[in-house]
C-alpha cells in the first residue's frame, strides 16, 4: 500500500464519549476532563504519535429519546456533563507545535458571524492548525434549548447549512483582500479601508453586514469535514467538505458512499482527489492476541449497555425503550437518518429491532473494532484502506489514555516500519498536511473561492 494513513484522536470535552461506562474502569482518567492537564497530556501524547489531529466532537442536548426522558442519559453520563469543545484547543496548542484540532459546531443554533470570527483567532493563534467539523445538530433537546418548540427538518436543516456556509465564506474569503493589512508604522496606516469589503449578504435566513472583524489567518477558512451520508447529507459534502466521515461497521456501504461523493464532488466541479475520507475504529491492542482479547473481556465487563441505546435512540430517533415492531419502519425521521438506514434501507440483510440492541452491548457497536496484537491491528488498518478506499481513521478510545497509549507506543512504530505513515511532521498548516506543501487555502475549484476579494464598496 503506498497511500500515507492520515490519523485524528476521537475526544469529546465530555465524561462519557463513546465507550459508555468505561469512566467507571480503574485505568481511566476520563474523571479529569476538567482539568487543563488532562487535554494538555493528550496533546502530547498524540504528537509523540505523529497525529494529524485531535477531533473534538459536541452535543447541545441531551440525549432525551430513550426511555422518554433525561434519567438514563444523566444516569450513565451519555455525553453528559459536556463542556465547550473549542475552550481547551488553545492549551493543547501551546504545548504542540504540529498537532491539529478538528473543532465541531453547528450551523442551525450559532449565528455565522460570531462563530467566524472564533474560528479565526483559533487559527491565528495555533499557526492554521484548526478544522471544522460541520454539523446541523439533531436532539429534540438542542432545539429546545435554543427556543425552539420541535427540530427543524432534516434537510432544511442542510439548507441552512447551506447560506451558513455561504456567509463564513465571505467573511473569511472576501472581506479583507490579500493586500489588505499593511502595518505601516512609519504612516500610522495598519490596513487599507479600501481593501476591507462588507459583505452585506441578505438571505433566506441571515442579513449579515459586514466587515469581518479578524484579519485573515493563515488558511483563511478552515480545514472543513462534515459527516452527514444521508442523501441530502452527501450533496452537502460533496459542495463543501474537505474531510468525511463515514460511520458504521459495513464495509461495503461505506465503499458506496465514499465513490457517489467523490463522483457528485465532481459533477460539481471539484477535484475527487481534494477530498479525504475516515471512520472510526476502536483498537485493543495487546502483546499477544490472547492478551488483546482478555483486555476486550474486560472492558466489556464495564460497558454499559443502556448507555449504547441511549446513544443509539437519540441518534436514530427511535425509542429503543418501546419500538414494538420487529423492523424499523425505514419512513425516516429528523434525527441522523444515517443511523437508522444502515440497519434498514441500506442494508444487505436488514436486521431485526432484537438483534440492533443486542449488538448495541458491545465495545465500539457503532464503528469498527480491532483487536489484536500490533501487527494484526495494522493489517486491519491496511486491508480497510485498501478495500473501502479509505485515507485514515479517527481513533476512538475504550479507557483514556491507556488506549490511545497502546496505539502510540506499540501501533505506530508498526505503520511507520510498514512505510505507510509518518516518521516526522511536514511543515506547514493542517490543509497543506492533508495535501501537501503550498495548499494553504482552499483550491480555486472549491465553491469558497468565488467569493475572494468581494466585487463590493469598501465602508
Excluded at 471544522?132 to 429546545?144: D, K, M, R
Excluded at 491492542?285 to 492478551?291: L, N, P, S
Excluded at 419502519?329 to 444515517?338: A, F, I, M, P, T
Excluded at 444502515?342 to 443486542?358: C, D, G, H, M, Q
Aim: glycine share 8%.
Amino acid at each position: 500500500m503506498s497511500k500515507q494513513l492520515h490519523l485524528n484522536a476521537f475526544e469529546m470535552n465530555c465524561l462519557g464519549h463513546l465507550a459508555h461506562g468505561l469512566w467507571s474502569h480503574p485505568a481511566d482518567q476520563r474523571r479529569h476532563y476538567t482539568d487543563l492537564s488532562f487535554w494538555t497530556n493528550l496533546a502530547k501524547l498524540l504528537e509523540r504519535g505523529k497525529f494529524d489531529a485531535v477531533f473534538i466532537a459536541d452535543v447541545l442536548g441531551i440525549y432525551d429519546v430513550y426511555g422518554e426522558g433525561k434519567e438514563p442519559a444523566v444516569r450513565n453520563a451519555v455525553q453528559i456533563p459536556a463542556n465547550d469543545p473549542s475552550l481547551v484547543i488553545p492549551p493543547m496548542a501551546a504545548v504542540t507545535k504540529h498537532l491539529n484540532f478538528v473543532v465541531t459546531s453547528a450551523t442551525t443554533y450559532e449565528h455565522p458571524y460570531a462563530f467566524a470570527r472564533r474560528i479565526s483567532t483559533l487559527d491565528h493563534l495555533t499557526k492554521g492548525r484548526i478544522a471544522w467539523n460541520i454539523v446541523t445538530s439533531y436532539l429534540p433537546n438542542a432545539a429546545q434549548n435554543f427556543g425552539l418548540d420541535t427540530m427543524i427538518g432534516h434537510d432544511e436543516r442542510y439548507d441552512i447549512a447551506d447560506e451558513y456556509l455561504e456567509v463564513v465564506y465571505k467573511l473569511w474569503e472576501g472581506s479583507w483582500q490579500e493586500d489588505a493589512v499593511l502595518t505601516d508604522k512609519k504612516n500610522r496606516k495598519y490596513s487599507d479601508p479600501s481593501k476591507v469589503h462588507s459583505i452585506r449578504h441578505k438571505g433566506n435566513y441571515f442579513n449579515v453586514q459586514g466587515p469581518h472583524l479578524s484579519e485573515p489567518s493563515l488558511q483563511r477558512t478552515p480545514v472543513l469535514y462534515q459527516a452527514g451520508t444521508s442523501p441530502r447529507g452527501k450533496v452537502f459534502a460533496a459542495r463543501h467538505a474537505e474531510g468525511i466521515f463515514i460511520g458504521g461497521t459495513d464495509t461495503a456501504l461505506m465503499k458506496k458512499q465514499i465513490a457517489d461523493i467523490r463522483r457528485q464532488a465532481e459533477e460539481q466541479g471539484r477535484d475527487p482527489a481534494q477530498l479525504k475520507f475516515f471512520t472510526g475504529l476502536t483498537p485493543i491492542v495487546g502483546a499477544t492476541k490472547e492478551e488483546a482479547q482478555r483486555k476486550l473481556e474486560e472492558f466489556t465487563s464495564y460497558y454499559l449497555h443502556e448507555g449504547g441505546l441511549v446513544h443509539f435512540s437519540s441518534g436514530s430517533g427511535y425509542d429503543l425503550a418501546s419500538y414494538a415492531q420487529d423492523y424499523f419502519d425505514g419512513s425516516g425521521n429528523n434525527h441522523v437518518q444515517s443511523a437508522m438506514d444502515r440497519f434498514s434501507k441500506n442494508a444487505l440483510n436488514p436486521r431485526t429491532v432484537k438483534e440492533i440492541i443486542a449488538s448495541l452491548s458491545k465495545i465500539g457497536s457503532m464503528g469498527l473494532v480491532a483487536v489484536g496484537t500490533p501487527e494484526e491491528v495494522a493489517d486491519r488498518m491496511e486491508q480497510l484502506v485498501e478495500d473501502v478506499g479509505l485515507d485514515g481513521f479517527n481513533i476512538m478510545q475504550v479507557v483514556s489514555p491507556g488506549t490511545l497509549e497502546d496505539f502510540v507506543d506499540l501501533v505506530v512504530p508498526e505503520l511507520q516500519r510498514r512505510g505507510i505513515y509518518r516518521k516526522e511532521y511536514q511543515e506547514g498548516t493542517l490543509r497543506e498536511q492533508l495535501f501537501g506543501q503550498g495548499n494553504r487555502l482552499l483550491p480555486a475549484s472549491h465553491p469558497a473561492a468565488s467569493f475572494r476579494e468581494l466585487s463590493v464598496n469598501s465602508s
